[in-house]
């Protein structure tokens, strides 16, 4: 079955100190992982995907499928980062983006 | 560009009524999707649809549910004699019509549903 986990529903962090949002999948085919997140009062909006292996706002996912993970990282949190996270997997094929999300997890980054 | 569009963004429905989800997709988008957020659980996919094609819609309910999209217009989702568990926050989003297209979505702020 296609799933996504995320263990975590909160994380408590100090500014400063390193972050790392766990995701875990479950899918049968090659994965297409996303993570999206969402600020106070702010719509949903995309904030990494694997394939582009990129590092935005100083975060970074590396896929590990042999641990099926796709764990969110960040050396030094900061406030600004306090949000809510989801990961998400691609289910669809083609354009179809069916995705597959997890619960979120609520990053709480204190001064 | 304004972003995607829902309204409305709260909606009270009594047991039996209609509830009527609008959607105007991001301009120069073409694919629309539905997503459903019950409490305490995850998004969860309902419906893509293009322009005057529903391509997939097995996240949808069997009954009472349906899409559109429409030439002209939003899209709009319709739940037909609603119940409790209906009660949720309806999420639209949209993407670009072209192939190789990034995978991001675009999201609406949501239509928060509330069966009485």
């Known amino acids: 079955a296609q799933r996504v986990t995320q263990p975590e529903k909160l994380l408590s962090v100090f500014k400063g100190a390193p972050v790392e949002l766990k995701c875990n999948y479950s899918?049968?085919?090659?994965?297409?992982l996303f993570w999206y997140v969402q600020y106070s009062r702010q719509r949903l909006q995309l904030l990494l995907r694997?394939?582009?292996?990129?590092s935005i706002k100083g975060f970074t996912a590396d896929l590990n499928k042999g641990e099926t993970s796709f764990h969110l990282k960040k050396p030094f949190a900061q406030e600004e980062d306090s949000a809510m996270y989801y990961c998400?997997?691609?289910?669809?094929?083609?354009?179809?983006?069916?995705?597959?999300w997890g619960l979120g997890t609520s990053l709480a980054v204190n001064p | 560009n304004a972003g995607v569009m829902q309204n409305p963004r709260h909606l009270v429905r009594r047991r039996g009524q209609e509830a009527r989800l609008r959607c105007s997709p991001m301009?120069?988008?073409?694919?629309v999707y539905w997503y459903r957020q019950l409490p305490e659980e995850g998004l969860k996919f309902m419906v893509y649809?293009?322009?005057?094609?529903?391509?997939?819609e097995s996240g949808m309910p069997k009954e009472r549910f349906s899409a559109e999209f429409p030439k002209e217009g939003p899209s709009i989702l319709r739940i037909q004699q609603v119940v409790r568990g209906d009660s949720a926050a309806y999420f639209c989003?949209?993407?670009?019509?072209?192939?190789?297209?990034?995978?991001?979505?675009?999201f609406g702020e949501g239509s928060r549903l509330t069966v009485l």
């Open positions: 989003a949209s993407s670009p019509p072209w192939a190789g297209n990034t995978g991001e979505l675009f």
């Open positions: 301009k120069g988008h073409s694919h």
């Open positions: 649809l293009q322009k005057e094609n529903i391509i997939d």
């Open positions: 899918y049968s085919g090659s994965p297409e």
């Open positions: 694997h394939i582009s292996r990129e």
């Open positions: 998400a997997l691609n289910g669809g094929a083609g354009n179809n983006r069916k995705l597959i």
